[in-house]
């Protein structure tokens, strides 16, 4: 069976920290350590420290302090010769690659670190760096590609009886079966990854799989209120948690909970608010996402077509440049579906 969620990524004087600890009180524990690492000449102890203010930065949306964090992490843990140390480094970095869409230096950096990892004995961010590849693949859209290796993370996370990886590995597993149609399935699997969070304490993992529940709710039986509802209490982890990625992601949910009931206006006005999150932490796939929907509901509500085509096609540009195969079929159904809309306005 699962024992309580841990945060493998908290290390060093960070290990008291749980994985539900607020992420401002992270950067604020993280920073303060991190410094009297530095003052004292312990390199390991910083690249640790180091790697926690990296995460928090990251997931707060700040991307650039992110980006700064787990280099000076990587420098620390080079220093201090420790491997596994640069691993989890070259994991923090890998996983912002990817979440700012640069899809291949993704690749690369997580390449690096299960390589590392491996090297230097640390199976936790081993999995964890195949897990960020598998994931990486998964969001652009490459699913036959990478599903054997998600059922894979899968069996090793049950083997090893980690509750928040074997969370993640099922709600990617599920997130597969959604976008490809198979519903039931999907639901099951975020069912499941729900289950196994509340009992282990998993806050984050616990909202995610809430969200992916609403989706499935929403398009496969056209409950609004139950979805609303699902979304509703996600949110209020979003918020306790300071989960910035996860709260835009949250909205841009609600928001096409909101246009598939044909309440367009309300649809708009959340997809706005997605947009502008994502826009604030750098997040090009979902600032994508967000376009898309905003696009449609405008189109819903008698914007011009011309205009309307001309996002669309701008937008199916971006995705074409980024390399999201999947939100780019999106997309061309979108332009299929408003096609005639255009065509009469010209």
């Excluded at 539900?20 to 690249?47: I, M, Y």
């Excluded at 509802?229 to 918020?239: D, F, I, M, Q, V």
Aim: proline letters at 1%.
């Amino acid at each position: 069976m699962y024992g309580k969620a841990f945060a493998p990524e908290y290390q060093g004087a960070l290990t008291t920290l749980s994985v539900n600890s607020s992420l401002t009180d992270v950067l604020a524990v993280g920073t303060r350590e991190l410094r009297a690492a530095e003052r004292s000449g312990q390199h390991g102890e910083a690249a640790r420290s180091g790697l926690a203010v990296a995460e928090a930065h990251r997931r707060l949306g700040q991307v650039t302090d992110a980006d700064r964090a787990w280099k000076a992490s990587y420098r620390a843990a080079r220093e201090a010769g420790d491997t596994a140390a640069m691993a989890w480094a070259l994991w923090s970095g890998g996983t912002l690659a990817r979440q700012r869409g640069a899809f291949p230096l993704a690749r690369r950096l997580l390449g690096l670190a299960a390589e590392f990892g491996e090297r230097g004995g640390d199976v936790v961010v081993r999995g964890y760096s195949l897990a960020g590849l598998a994931e990486t693949g998964r969001i652009q859209g490459d699913y036959e590609a990478v599903r054997r290796l998600h059922e894979q993370l899968l069996a090793e996370a049950r083997r090893r009886g980690e509750a928040r990886h074997t969370v993640w590995a099922l709600e990617g597993i599920a997130q597969i079966h959604r976008n490809t149609g198979a519903y039931d399935t999907a639901f099951a699997l975020f069912e499941e990854a729900a289950e196994i969070a509340a009992r282990a304490d998993d806050r984050r993992g616990h909202a995610w799989a809430l969200r992916g529940l609403a989706d499935i709710v929403s398009v496969r039986d056209g409950d609004v209120e139950r979805a609303l509802g699902l979304l509703s209490e996600a949110e209020t982890t979003c918020r306790a948690m300071k989960l910035s990625s996860a709260l835009a992601y949250n909205h841009k949910m609600r928001g096409n909970v909101l246009y598939r009931a044909s309440r367009w206006a309300e649809a708009r006005d959340l997809y706005e608010e997605a947009l502008e999150e994502f826009r604030a932490m750098s997040e090009p796939r979902g600032t994508a996402l967000a376009r898309l929907g905003l696009v449609k509901s405008l189109a819903r509500l008698g914007r011009d077509g011309a205009d309307t085509a001309a996002e669309l096609t701008d937008l199916a540009d971006e995705l074409e440049r980024i390399g999201l195969k999947h939100a780019r079929e999106m997309v061309a159904r979108a332009q299929e579906e408003f096609a005639p809309v255009a065509e009469v306005a010209r």
